[in-house]
């Protein structure tokens, strides 16, 4: 994979996993400071979607990196 592909899967995974796991009350910018509500299921949503771009990129990187068969 090239460099740019490990850069992207880096900063996704580090989305992702904020929006699902620590977007909630006392962590900065979630719902509750920012005055949305207490609702992140679009936030639960929207991780998941990153974290499969994530295997995505990298399976797709390492499908296009394997040599050809005669």
């Known amino acids: 994979m090239k460099l740019s592909s490990w850069v992207a899967v880096i900063v ?19 719902h509750e400071t920012i005055g949305l509500g207490d609702q992140h299921v679009v936030h639960s949503i929207v991780g998941i979607l990153l974290l499969i771009g994530v295997v995505l990129i990298i399976w797709r990187g390492r499908r296009s990196g394997a ?4």
């Open 12 to 30: 996704l995974v580090i989305l992702g996993v904020y929006l699902l796991v620590f977007h909630a009350d006392p962590l900065p910018a979630n």
């Open 67 to 70: 040599p050809a068969t005669p």
